[in-house]
């Protein structure tokens, strides 16, 4: 089960962290090539966190050049702002962390999902940046 699809169907439900922690390291996961894991990143990059308190995922992101960082920036917060959703972005250099939870719930929603799926998007499509 991803962990998307355990989210959604236990939002009612009393979730443990040990729970939510194996499907984000990738354990217990459904051998289904339609099924993605957005909090899981490519070979060798570093992978979302899943914090217990209060409940929220974090990544940090390494670009190559200041104009990749730019992009991520511009383009992460607008979909934020489109969905309505708070995130933290934390800038150092050319490493950009991202936090998210859905505060009034202190917990994880769809919104951060969706800002997960997005952001890991969003990086991939940096990879494809030409050197200048």
Do not use: C
Not at 13 to 31: C, H, P, Q, T, Y
Not at 60 to 70: G, N, S
Not at 76 to 93: A, P, R, T, V
């Amino acid at each position: 089960m991803s962990l998307l699809n355990f989210l959604n169907e236990s939002e009612n439900k009393e979730r443990s962290f040990d729970e939510i922690a194996n499907l984000v390291s990738g354990k217990n996961v459904m051998s289904n090539p339609d099924i993605s894991l957005p909090i899981v990143a490519e070979e060798g990059e570093s992978k979302w966190l899943l914090q217990k308190d209060p409940e929220s995922l974090s990544r940090k992101f390494i670009f190559d050049r200041t104009r990749e960082v730019i992009f991520f920036i511009n383009e992460l917060y607008k979909y934020s702002k489109e969905i309505n959703h708070e995130i933290k972005i934390i800038i150092e250099g050319l490493d950009v962390t991202v936090s998210t939870t859905t505060h009034n719930l202190n917990t994880l929603t769809n919104q951060d999902k969706k800002i997960v799926k997005m952001a890991n998007e969003l990086y991939t499509d940096t990879r494809y940046f030409k050197n200048d």
